[in-house]
C-alpha cells in the first residue's frame, strides 16, 4: 500500500486569504489527482497531473506536480466560502488504481 | 454535466445477508471503479473493471465482493455474506479513458452501507 499524506489535516481561514494545502509521499506516482468532496457526497476531480515539475491552473486554484512526482500541493488564491470542503490528493502507479491521502478539511469563513 | 447515479442512497442490512448495490454510471464511458469509505477513513480502492471483466482489485475485495455489468447499463456491486466491517460509504466511479491518464473520473454520491 502507497500511503499518502495530507497537511494540514485542518484548517480554517478568512475570505481572502492564500492557502497552500501539501500532499506528500515517499512512492513515487505516475499520476496524481486533486478532488474536493463535500459532506454526503462523492469526491469531484479538479485535476490530474502527470509530469514532474507540472504546474496547473483551475481559475483560483494553483496545482503542482512535484518533480520527484512524489508530491504535490494545491494553491488556493483569495479563498472564498464556496472553496470550504474537503480536499484529497490520490495517487496511480498504474492508471487503474488510485491511493487516496486523508485530505484536509478546509473552513473559509466569511 | 452528465452524472454518475447510484442506488440506494442507504442500505441497512443484517450481518450474514446479501447486499447488491447499483450504479448507472455515465453512457459513454468504458472504464467502472468501486470504492468505499469507512467513516472517518480514507476513500479505498475496491475493483476496477473494463470490457467486461476485472482489471484490477484490491486485498479488500475478497470472495465475498463481486461485480457485474449485466445489462450494458448497471454496474452491480454485490456482498455475497455482510459483515460489521463492511459498513461503509460505497462510491461507484466511471471515466471514458483510463482514469489516470488525464481522463476525467466521476463519482456517484455514495451508498451508505449499514450492517447490523
Known amino acids: 500500500t502507497q500511503l499518502l499524506e495530507q497537511s494540514p489535516q485542518f484548517l480554517s481561514i478568512q475570505e481572502g486569504e492564500n492557502l497552500t494545502v501539501y500532499c506528500n509521499s515517499s512512492s513515487v506516482f505516475s499520476s496524481l489527482q486533486w478532488y474536493r468532496q463535500e459532506p454526503g457526497e462523492g469526491p469531484v476531480l479538479l485535476v490530474t497531473v502527470v509530469t514532474g515539475g507540472e504546474v496547473k491552473k483551475l481559475k483560483r486554484l494553483t496545482f503542482q506536480f512535484g518533480d520527484a512526482r512524489k508530491d504535490s500541493s494545491l494553491h488556493i488564491t483569495a479563498a472564498q466560502p464556496g472553496d470550504t470542503g474537503l480536499y484529497l490528493c490520490a495517487g496511480s502507479n498504474n492508471f487503474n488504481k488510485f491511493y487516496f491521502g486523508s485530505g484536509t478539511k478546509l473552513n473559509v469563513k466569511p | 454535466e452528465p452524472e454518475v447515479t447510484q442506488t440506494p442512497s442507504h442500505q441497512v442490512t443484517q450481518m450474514g445477508q446479501e447486499v447488491i448495490l447499483r450504479c448507472v454510471p455515465i453512457?459513454?464511458?468504458?472504464?467502472f471503479y468501486w470504492y468505499r469509505q469507512i467513516l472517518g477513513q480514507k476513500v479505498e480502492f475496491l475493483v476496477s473493471?473494463?470490457?467486461?471483466?476485472?482489471?484490477?482489485k484490491s486485498e479488500i475485495f475478497d470472495d465475498q465482493f463481486s461485480v457485474e455489468r449485466p445489462d450494458g447499463s448497471n454496474f452491480t456491486l454485490k456482498i455475497r455474506s455482510t459483515k460489521l466491517e463492511d459498513s461503509a460509504m460505497y462510491f461507484c466511479a466511471s471515466s471514458e479513458g483510463m482514469a489516470g491518464l488525464n481522463e476525467k473520473l466521476f463519482f456517484g454520491s455514495g451508498t451508505q452501507l449499514s450492517v447490523l
Open positions: 473493471f473494463y470490457n467486461n471483466e476485472i482489471s484490477e
Open positions: 453512457s459513454n464511458h468504458l472504464y
